[in-house]
Nanobody, 126 residues
Framework: VQLQASGGGTVQPGGSLRLSCAGS????????MGWFRQAPGKEREFVAT????????YYADSVKGRFTISRDAAKNTVYLRMNNLRPEDTAIYYC????????????????????WGQGTLVTVSS
């Protein structure tokens, strides 16, 4: 699976962005997907994940209620809608894919993911 993330940019606090992650290569719909981020000087952290079946989602507490993960099987794309952005959301955002045994499963550990996109930078600043 090849992943291409896009949609990052600079936005003021309280603003919104939508990140996209386009997949190609293998059957994209067989993979659970995740979004992770890494701020300068910090470790990569989990943001959101969605099952291959598109029936289950899970979010980090820090983004719950503000971010929404979704996927479009026809377009082989996963999205991360980010609302009410805060300066602490500033980071490089990465999408990742993993094939799990159950299509309804998701994964929050970055070490379990097999494929990664190149990252897209989100800067929240006034």
């Amino acid at each position: 699976v090849q992943l291409q993330a896009s949609g990052g940019g600079t936005v003021q606090p309280g603003g919104s962005l939508r990140l996209s992650c386009a997949g190609s290569g293998r059957t994209f719909s067989n993979y659970a997907m995740g979004w992770f981020r890494q701020a300068p000087g910090k470790e990569r952290e989990f943001v959101a994940t969605i099952s291959a079946s598109d029936t289950r989602k899970y979010y980090a507490d820090s983004v719950k209620g503000r971010f929404t993960i979704s996927r479009d099987a026809a377009k082989n794309t996963v999205y991360l809608r980010m609302n009410n952005l805060r300066p602490e959301d500033t980071a490089i955002y990465y999408c990742a894919a993993v094939r799990l045994y159950y299509s309804t499963s998701y994964e929050t550990s970055p070490g379990k993911y097999d494929y990664w996109g190149q990252g897209t930078l989100v800067t929240v600043s006034s």
